[in-house]
């Protein structure tokens, strides 16, 4: 059986990929073999680092991008309301076409494998996750139950309740920035049979608070693809791993109340953002000296000297990143009740 780890990937994340890769070698995935699934054309410096790589190559079949692609664009389509707010907003008839092509992960060379978006940074060994697609077909480690079902599926919808149990989906729902599964879970057969449903109607059931997300919550639960999440069956021994979170710093890796990280998700931080950091702009991001760590850990030389920003700017942002924290603390605490 081969391991491996998938990341999605272009020039625009290239700051963000050039971390995570870094951040692989360091904390527990150095010989984990790595494949850059293209999230569309623009890969001349995507390209140029993989040749620095001895283990990193670029996901080139063709044939499975246009067919994940393809599938994703039916299903879309057929959802009427995406189809008028979308448009409505001038946008294209499948918004974020690109992050659908992460289902290409089903036909790469990995028998079994991790997922990430590549504004992600490893901490720790990744081997109990591997361990544990030895018994489940899916397997997450993200509190993604504990946010608003909305966010996945339209609760609005009255077709929901005929479909899913609302009751057991909110333990089911999950974060696909970050997953681990097998080659073949999701297939050309198997994704013809709910294709059949999403375009008949049950594609209506899908949020559009995401792109991907909702329609790989579908498939999974639809699919009844056996699955096992962490941090839902384990809440008190594993960590967070969102930005928002408090964290401690030892050794340019976090901890959570003394345990390690798996990965830190820097989900929400604009690609733009880290752009300006890594051009030298007095950015403030969440643990932004650890980003910036394992982004020059290979050439820090080239790290640039930050320009520092006036202190109307400062205050700004950093009174903009409390005030996140504060409602995010705040809605894990009502959560909790």
Request: with cysteine; net charge neutral.
């Amino acid at each position: 059986m081969t391991n491996g780890i998938y990341i999605l990937a272009n020039d625009v994340v290239f700051d963000h990929l050039v971390a995570l890769l870094n951040s692989l070698e360091v904390n527990g995935a150095k010989d984990i073999p790595v494949c850059i699934i293209p999230y569309d054309d623009r890969l001349k410096k995507v390209r140029v680092e993989i040749a620095t790589r001895h283990n990193v190559t670029l996901f080139e079949n063709t044939d499975s991008i246009q067919f994940w692609e393809d599938f994703a664009t039916q299903v879309w389509t057929s959802h009427a309301k995406a189809q008028k707010v979308w448009q409505a907003k001038g946008w294209k008839p499948v918004h974020c076409l690109g992050m659908h092509r992460k289902f290409c992960c089903f036909d790469g060379p990995f028998d079994k494998f991790i997922y990430f978006d590549a504004d992600t940074l490893l901490m720790d060994s990744l081997d109990y996750i591997y361990q544990k697609l030895d018994e489940f077909d899916w397997v997450a480690n993200d509190f993604q139950y504990k946010s608003d079902l909305n966010y996945v599926f339209d609760l609005l919808c009255d077709k929901l309740p005929y479909i899913f149990k609302i009751d057991k989906l909110q333990s089911q729902i999950f974060c696909a920035g970050w997953f681990a599964s097998k080659k073949g879970v999701l297939n050309r057969h198997n994704s013809v049979k709910m294709l059949e449903y999403l375009t008949s109607g049950e594609s209506e059931i899908l949020s559009l608070r995401g792109t991907d997300q909702p329609l790989f919550n579908y498939l999974v639960t639809r699919c009844k693809i056996s699955f096992y999440n962490f941090a839902y069956s384990q809440p008190e021994q594993v960590t967070g791993n969102h930005w928002s979170s408090q964290f401690d710093v030892i050794n340019y890796v976090l901890y959570d109340k003394g345990r390690r990280l798996t990965y830190l998700h820097y989900m929400s931080i604009s690609a733009a953002k880290i752009n300006q950091l890594c051009d030298g702009e007095d950015v403030e991001i969440p643990y932004r000296d650890i980003f910036l760590h394992y982004r020059y850990l290979k050439s820090p030389e080239t790290q640039p000297k930050l320009t520092h920003p006036n202190w109307l700017v400062r205050f700004q942002r950093n009174f903009k990143i409390w005030v996140i924290k504060k409602i995010n603390n705040l809605k894990f605490k009502l959560r909790n009740l």
